[in-house]
């Protein structure tokens, strides 16, 4: 009897063995062979090995796992339920993993795991509501105190929209790791709020808690997106004072700061200091450089890319593109976009195209343009035919401008800014009839605007300005310095551009492209109260979440000469570096 159940012991520490080194489906299939004609088979570390391996292993099988777990485990233990439950939550079915949940409340209380991988589940599948009956789960099961739990919780209120929720769960924590912290600025991040991601971090310095290589790529990330260079730079200290800077995450997330805050000798300073690159490494470089306007730069980074021997992506030909765009360069551009898919074997998608039509439809090919539309497979978006708009107000082309609109008519995605674009292309060409048609479908059709704003970085704030702000606790200021930099561009040339729209014609009037000329655009008062608050030579750097429209980008031209300023303004499409009196776009954006 003894001697029967050593021979047992020693089969069973075998197969543990075995599955231990498991690395294929097929080995795995003989492995459990032997478990069943050796009467193993109930052995819950066998079968919860069997079944992690099949549920969870890239070579795994959930098919497989269903199997087993249905027809040769009986009386599942959580460790198996839990199994189930992760597989399905990272597979294309994550609905599943929430029905196996569901099924093992049946039989056995959830722990930790499956609170964790169900509400990865809930995260995937964004279904809001289960993540709120977890939640409850939670605590009637008494894990409402638990960091990982929690931690998670946060992470799928926030995915599911909910990021009050999550910011609720979050301050409700009796203890707090680093990655709970970390997951509150990701989820701020994620969401768009990136200075409510910077608020997290001055919480965490009040509290005095730590930071690792993850907070600083979530923090720099938050400043990137607001422009915040003041922000970015002590983020930068401090990496370099805890000993990060080796670490290539957080050196591409440097990379990535400098040049979307308009500060590519930064980024190239942390380029080239940087021991190890990667693919993103390169992009960051050959990106930034296209969307500042230097296609040559972006041409030599990706040269140098490719002499490195690192493999391009989609986005390396979306920065080469957009640099080509933005330069000129046609030829270039349009051998780079066959390159993708002959040489490289990547296919295009849209915002590739989006490029393409952009390439063509800035040099003055607007034909060119309108059939790499027609022949592409994105022909329904609307974002190549509103580019292929914006093309034809650069080169007054009233034929294909009106194909245009009537194609973002039909897609149902016309908007304010479209009218408004055709209006002016009417106005160039003295279409009074046709400006006349414009205005009236923006007032039939009750067309909603877009609200403009811009903001500002000065010492360690970002201030935020909208269309004739006055919620500015320095308004009166504000104005009174609006006043004399009116005063001084002018004296130096500029002339106000009046709108072809009046505000009083749109539903919603709190757009920038609807500006009278008693309005103050959003970057005008961003520019004032930067003159006024900063000392003289400071580089003034703004962003807005619009393109910058006629007037203002004269205006800025005129007060980079005025005020000897270099003015850096970052647009929905490109930057444009204003210095004495000139823009590198060269007026062609």
Same mark, same amino acid.
């Given at each position: ?8 012991? %020693? ?83 994550? *609905? ?36 709120? #009956? ?37 301050? #409700? ?41 993850? !907070?600083?790529?979530?923090?720099? %990330? ?24 080796? %670490? ?227 308004? #009166? ?38 500006? !009278? ?13 930067? *003159? ?58």
């Amino acid at each position: 009897m003894l001697t029967n159940h050593v021979s047992q012991a %020693s089969k069973t520490k075998a197969i543990l063995t075995l599955l231990q080194g498991c690395n294929s489906l097929r080995k795995l299939s003989k492995i459990h062979a032997h478990v069943i004609t050796n009467g193993l088979h109930h052995h819950p570390d066998i079968s919860g090995k069997l079944l992690n391996f099949c549920a969870v292993s890239v070579s795994g099988s959930l098919p497989y796992a269903q199997l087993l777990f249905h027809h040769h485990i009986q009386n599942p233990h959580t460790q198996h339920w839990n199994s189930m439950i992760r597989g399905f939550s990272q597979s294309p079915s994550p *609905l599943q993993a929430i029905s196996y949940y569901n099924l093992m409340l049946s039989y056995l209380s959830p722990d930790t795991f499956s609170f964790s991988f169900v509400l990865k589940a809930c995260e995937r599948a964004n279904v809001g509501p289960k993540c709120r #009956e977890v939640h409850g789960t939670v605590f009637r099961c008494g894990y409402q105190n638990d960091v990982v739990v929690c931690t998670n919780l946060i992470k799928s209120y926030a995915v599911n929209g909910s990021i009050d929720h999550a910011r609720r769960m979050f301050d #409700e924590m009796s203890e707090r790791d680093l990655v709970s912290w970390n997951s509150m600025i990701s989820c701020y991040s994620q969401a768009g709020l990136h200075h409510e991601a910077l608020n997290v971090y001055s919480l965490m310095r009040r509290e005095n808690v730590g930071l690792d290589g993850f !907070t600083l790529v979530g923090l720099l %990330s938050a400043c990137a997106h607001l422009g915040a260079l003041n922000a970015g730079v002590a983020m930068h200290e401090l990496a370099r004072e805890k000993g990060f800077m080796g %670490s290539v995450y957080v050196g591409n997330a440097l990379i990535d700061m400098y040049a979307k805050c308009g500060d590519l000798d930064g980024a190239l300073c942390v380029f080239e200091r940087m021991r190890k690159r990667d693919a993103f490494t390169w992009n960051s470089m050959i990106v930034g450089y296209g969307v500042h306007g230097r296609g040559n730069e972006a041409i030599y980074f990706f040269e140098k890319m490719m002499m490195a021997g690192v493999q391009p992506n989609s986005i390396t030909f979306l920065g080469l593109l957009c640099g080509c765009s933005h330069q000129g360069l046609v030829e270039k551009g349009v051998d780079y976009f066959h390159m993708m898919s002959s040489r490289f074997n990547i296919k295009p998608g849209i915002k590739h195209y989006g490029c393409l039509v952009d390439l063509f439809g800035r040099a003055g090919k607007l034909e060119k343009a309108l059939n790499v539309i027609r022949s592409s497979p994105a022909q329904d978006d609307p974002v190549l035919w509103r580019t292929l708009l914006s093309s034809c107000k650069i080169h007054k082309n009233v034929e294909i401008g009106e194909v245009a609109l009537k194609n973002l008519i039909r897609l149902g995605s016309s908007n304010a800014g479209d009218y408004v674009l055709l209006a002016t292309i009417y106005f160039r060409a003295k279409d009074a009839d046709g400006v006349s048609r414009m205005r009236k479908l923006i007032k039939n059709q009750g067309v909603r605007t877009t609200p403009g704003w811009s903001w500002i970085e000065v010492g360690d704030q970002i201030h935020k300005f909208v269309v004739d702000d006055k919620s500015h606790p320095d308004t #009166e200021e504000i104005y009174r310095k609006l006043e004399v930099v009116v005063q001084q561009a002018a004296l130096h040339g500029y002339v106000l551009e009046e709108s072809l729209i009046k505000a009083s014609e749109f539903t919603s009037i709190d757009t920038e492209c609807s500006g !009278t000329s008693g309005s103050y655009h959003s970057e005008k008062l961003a520019i004032a109260f930067g *003159l006024a608050r900063t000392p003289e030579g400071t580089c003034l750097r703004i962003v807005k979440n619009l393109r910058v429209c006629r007037d203002c980008h004269s205006f800025t031209k005129f007060i980079s000469l005025a005020f000897n300023r270099e003015i850096i303004v970052r647009d929905r499409v490109r930057f444009h570096h204003f210095k004495g009196g000139l823009c590198s776009c060269k007026d062609y954006w």
